[in-house]
């Protein structure tokens, strides 16, 4: 995984410190915990929504449903991907209706993908909010979306990659610019 | 959630095939593809709103020179819930009556913009065939006694949705296996998942040819019924065979008829399939048809998620030239 021309701009332990930002912002988004549900969008979204709820239920005792949405089938550019990407399927198991739904992702970029993610949870009921958190904010939007919690904004050109690692997926948590 | 990071479903990123023509040529991997494709299909079925937008603005065209009504339904159920514009083309309604070959009504349809064509017909071959005229994909539904993909893809989600997985079970085809296209296709996809496949039936509905397939042959169900996890009950095909192949349905039912009384002596997990359309009382009785090792609903459930994920790959499958 790792080039030359790859370079970290968050460690693991400074990830940690994020998540701590991260949570503590998030939380003011949450008004009734018994009527807000978390909901990360595949793939790397899914465990970010998970370490914030166990923050939270270790500060607070919150305990909220965590779901995961694979924007796949509401892409705008299946058409012309180059290859057909990986359905690894929606898995939302309490009703969406009338909850706040705290939307998580690693990194926001140009808004498609969190429009394709509205999409595809208001295909399954009627929230009665969605607010976006997520980790970093790289800029470079092409819809009028943006975040309501954000632990970390960088400037990149759209030639530069901001991945985000998380140790359930990567092995090791970080942020790296390639 | 634990399975999400690298599943095998990961091979769906290497998916290129246009058409699903047969299973013979397909690789374990992309059986093992379209089945995990299907998983994640099960979920908009059980939607309030049953739609996905992934084919908005394609066009699904159901070509059928057979009569069915499961199949067409349920490929065009499949083909709208993906946001697919879909149109049925039945023998009884098209101009073949007046003459026109298959070929030129085929052609004539897919000059109407049609992205994918599902083709159902009585001569082997026909769906290959069109795949090389035509520049959409083709996905077979059923060719005379070749093959019938979907239909064993969705037997074989069944048994792996149940028993958790295909390896090492032991599935017993009952029946008519000489006209059944059905059993074909499921002897490639279980083989190729490395199930152990026995056909058994009467000796002039089991065809010599069958043992080059490497499955076991049986003539007795009440000697191999304790060894099955799976029974698969294929339909007798009297539209297909001239009749003479057996003395009766009667004498058939008494040896090959799946009944109350003689599951007691099959395994207590046995899972029971019947393709339909099922002809109650000749291949198994209603008590069992209905009963609780049955899958026979669920079997047409999953269907739909099985075509939805055929149509889903298949278009993912086609070059896009212009784009890259």
């Known amino acids: 995984m790792t080039t030359q021309r790859e370079q970290v701009i968050v460690t693991g332990e400074e990830l940690d410190a994020l998540l701590e930002y991260l949570a503590d912002r998030a939380a003011a988004l949450v008004g009734d915990p018994e009527r807000t549900a978390l909901v990360g969008i595949r793939t790397r979204g899914v465990p970010l929504a998970q370490r914030l709820a166990q923050r939270w239920q270790t500060r607070y005792g919150w305990q909220l449903p965590i779901g995961a949405v694979d924007i796949t089938l509401y892409r705008d550019d299946l058409d012309i991907a180059p290859r057909w990407p990986v359905l690894k399927g929606t898995e939302i198991e309490f009703p969406v209706d009338d909850r706040v739904i705290l939307l998580v992702d690693d990194v926001l970029y140009t808004g498609r993908t969190v429009r394709a993610a509205m999409d595809a949870l208001c295909d399954l009921g009627r929230p009665k909010a969605i607010r976006l958190v997520v980790l970093v904010d790289r800029g470079g939007r092409e819809l009028p979306i943006q975040p309501d919690a954000v632990a970390l904004r960088v400037d990149a050109t759209p030639r530069e990659r901001i991945e985000v690692r998380l140790r359930e997926i990567d092995g090791e948590d970080g942020i790296v610019r390639r | ?324």
């Open chain 2, 1 to 324: 959630m634990a399975t999400e990071v690298s599943g095998p479903a990961k091979s769906t990123e290497l998916w290129t095939r246009r058409h699903l023509l047969d299973l013979e040529h397909l690789e374990p991997w992309e059986i093992e593809a379209i089945l995990d494709t299907a998983s994640a299909f099960r979920e908009v079925s059980e939607r309030s709103r049953k739609k996905v937008p992934a084919l908005q603005g394609k066009v699904v065209v159901n070509l059928f020179f057979e009569p069915s009504t499961r199949t067409r339904t349920s490929f065009s159920l499949a083909a709208k819930r993906l946001s697919a514009d879909t149109v049925d083309f039945t023998v009884s309604s098209s101009s073949m009556a007046k003459g026109e070959t298959f070929i030129d009504t085929a052609k004539n349809i897919e000059a109407m913009g049609v992205d994918i064509m599902v083709v159902r017909h009585q001569t082997p071959g026909t769906p290959h065939i069109l795949a090389r005229k035509l520049q959409c994909s083709v996905i077979n539904a059923g060719d005379g006694g070749h093959e019938h993909p979907t239909q064993a893809l969705l037997d074989v989600f069944t048994i792996r949705e149940v028993k958790g997985r295909i390896r090492g079970l032991t599935v017993g085809l009952i029946g008519d296996i000489a006209h059944s296209r059905v059993a074909r296709s499921n002897i490639w996809a279980l083989k190729k998942l490395g199930a152990h496949v026995i056909v058994c039936g009467p000796p002039t509905l089991i065809p010599r040819s069958i043992t080059k397939l490497d499955v076991e042959i049986a003539y007795s169900l009440d000697e191999i019924l304790p060894r099955c996890d799976v029974l698969n009950v294929l339909r007798i095909q009297f539209e297909r065979q001239r009749g003479g192949l057996f003395p009766s349905i009667q004498e058939y039912f008494a040896l090959y008829g799946v009944t109350e009384e003689r599951l007691r002596r099959a395994k207590d997990d046995v899972l029971l399939l019947a393709p339909g359309p099922i002809n109650r009382g000749i291949e198994l009785t209603p008590g069992v048809a209905d009963g609780e090792h049955s899958a026979v609903l669920r079997q047409v459930t999953n269907g739909l998620a099985v075509r939805m994920a055929v149509l889903y790959l298949v278009s993912g499958g086609q070059p896009r030239s212009a784009a890259e």
